[in-house]
């Protein structure tokens, strides 16, 4: 962490922007002597207080719901000052959340006692219904929203009238960001897809640390670069994904290891997304841009297109320019925990078939077929993913609770190894697991309840960033894990081709049309340039 730490005072530079004086600044001013009736020993303070310099200063780029629900997490933490937000649309109403009023209830609640009528014009105007079977509630997000809440938070634990604190800038464009924040420490990027790699990667180049949403990349190319520019600028890194470090995944390992179903040959995954509309094509008509959105910076480097609400916020995922369909949304959490659990490294051969295909967005429902191949003494194995309701067939003799995996519906997700000794099922983030045929040698343990979304991979990064562990989802595990998914996200977009994938030369060996979309171009001045 950069020790020239955050205070409580700031100034105005010469464009009207809010920025804060660093304590470096303040000891080299004439002044300086004058510091000394500011600085209380910890005790003082209270127990659990941080100092201003064992804060690390984050700015959160990308405030949809997961990045504000992540930033909420952030704001929480004391080892965290979060001190600049950023997003390409200034404020609107139509980002999902699950829950009425779901966004706007959490930030009350982080908020404490006194803010229980906090932000009534944030208030949600009402649901809608994204495909035949999904429904959800609307709520604010956008730079301004974001900036609110983190000044409303830091005033009132400060004592400050509501409104009357400010602490946090608000950035259209995150290159002006990175410019201007001369004391942040770390960036979160929770943009959509097409997005992560290009900031995350100007981020590193600025030797701040990164925590990045799912997926890590767009692609598999940038996959490889994120990865090198990790490496390189030996920042803290780490991909919002959990799955590797919880004790269920530890315990599935060691079930594994054990015997309990033999050698795996087979592991098959479902999930019932997508939430959001694919199978369509491309709206004929142009909307007017809303007031507050730089329609060109949100496309970035996808090509260039007239403005049109099917694809923002949220239902972008569904589009093969911005996002990364059902198995780049959910694959990144599951396969992140397999390959981990069973040591796997890229698969060799990946192949799908799915519903109608059309030319820019994914199937509404698919499998993708991959073959891994061995590792040390793991012998191959294939794996077989399922989304849009389709799952594999049940197998007999499970209980009602664990046949409820396969029943269809909302929960209809899962993962079930198959050994040649039997079987191991588990929910879809390895949670429940059960041995078949059933032993007294592997019981499940008794379920655990963990709230919120950051977890083990947000307390693993912010420790990081304070010179701890190299989190276990940092940039350059996930490598292999995206590279692994975005293969299969290729096969969705032509189902029954084949893809021989070499992962030392990255290439398909072959396609040479399938290749193609390993590196594909990026529309400038977005693309991503040497170091």
């Not at 208030?123 to 604010?140: E, I, K, N, R, Y």
């Not at 972008?316 to 990364?324: A, E, I």
């Not at 692994?484 to 398909?508: V, Y």
């Amino acid at each position: 962490m950069d020790q020239t730490d955050q205070t409580d005072m700031k100034t105005t530079d010469t464009s009207g922007l809010n920025t804060y004086l660093s304590r470096r600044e303040l000891i080299s001013d004439a002044a300086a002597g004058a510091l000394a009736f500011l600085i209380v020993p910890r005790h003082v303070l209270g127990k659990g207080y941080v100092p201003p310099s064992d804060k690390v200063t984050v700015a959160s780029v990308g405030l949809g719901r997961q990045g504000q629900v992540v930033t909420m997490e952030l704001l929480a933490r004391p080892q965290v000052q979060v001190i600049a937000v950023c997003d390409c649309n200034r404020e609107s109403k139509n980002y999902v959340e699950y829950g009425s009023n779901a966004l706007l209830k959490s930030a009350r609640k982080l908020l404490g006692p006194g803010y229980e009528n906090w932000g009534e014009d944030l208030a949600s105007p009402g649901s809608v219904q994204l495909t035949h079977d999904f429904s959800t509630s609307l709520g604010a997000g956008g730079r301004e929203p974001a900036r609110r809440l983190v000044e409303a938070y830091y005033g009132s634990r400060k004592g400050s009238a509501q409104g009357t604190y400010r602490g946090c800038n608000a950035y259209a464009d995150y290159r002006e960001l990175l410019e201007k924040e001369r004391d942040l420490d770390a960036v979160y990027v929770a943009t959509p897809d097409h997005w992560h790699s290009i900031i995350t990667i100007a981020s590193m180049r600025k030797r701040k640390h990164v925590l990045c949403q799912k997926p890590m990349t767009h692609s598999i190319a940038d996959a490889r670069r994120v990865a090198q520019a990790a490496r390189e600028m030996k920042v803290a890194t780490s991909v919002t994904i959990n799955n590797p470090s919880t004790d269920v995944s530890h315990l599935i390992a060691s079930w594994i290891s054990d015997g309990a179903i033999g050698r795996v040959r087979e592991v098959h995954n479902w999930s019932s997304r997508p939430f959001w509309p694919q199978g369509i094509d491309r709206p004929n008509n142009v909307e007017p841009v809303p007031a507050g959105l730089d329609w060109d910076m949100w496309l970035g480097p996808a090509p260039e297109r007239p403005y049109n609400s099917a694809y923002l916020p949220f239902v972008w995922r569904g589009w093969y320019d911005f996002g990364d369909g059902s198995f780049g949304d959910m694959g990144c959490y599951s396969f992140a925990g397999l390959f981990s659990i069973l040591n796997l490294t890229p698969p060799t051969l990946v192949q799908a078939s799915s519903s109608e295909s059309y030319a820019e967005t994914f199937p509404k429902a698919s499998t993708v077929h991959l073959d891994f191949p061995a590792n040390g003494s793991r012998q191959e194995l294939s794996m077989h993913w399922y989304d849009g309701g389709l799952r594999p067939p049940r197998p007999a003799g499970l209980r009602p609770e664990d046949a409820q995996l396969f029943s269809g519906g909302e929960d209809n997700e899962g993962v079930m190894y198959v050994g040649d000794k039997g079987i191991l099922l588990a929910g879809f983030n390895g949670q429940h697991p059960r041995v078949y045929p059933e032993s007294p040698k592997f019981q499940p343990p008794p379920p655990v309840h963990h709230e919120g979304e950051g977890g083990p991979a947000v307390d693993q990064w912010v420790a990081a960033c304070k010179g701890g562990p190299t989190p276990v989802a940092n940039f350059e595990s996930q490598a292999p894990v995206t590279e692994a998914f975005l293969l299969g996200c290729i096969a969705q977009r032509f189902p029954g081709e084949s893809i021989e994938w070499d992962t030392n030369k990255m290439r398909i060996t072959n396609s040479e049309k399938l290749n193609a979309y390993v590196d594909p171009p990026a529309r400038s001045p977005y693309r991503i340039e040497s170091a």
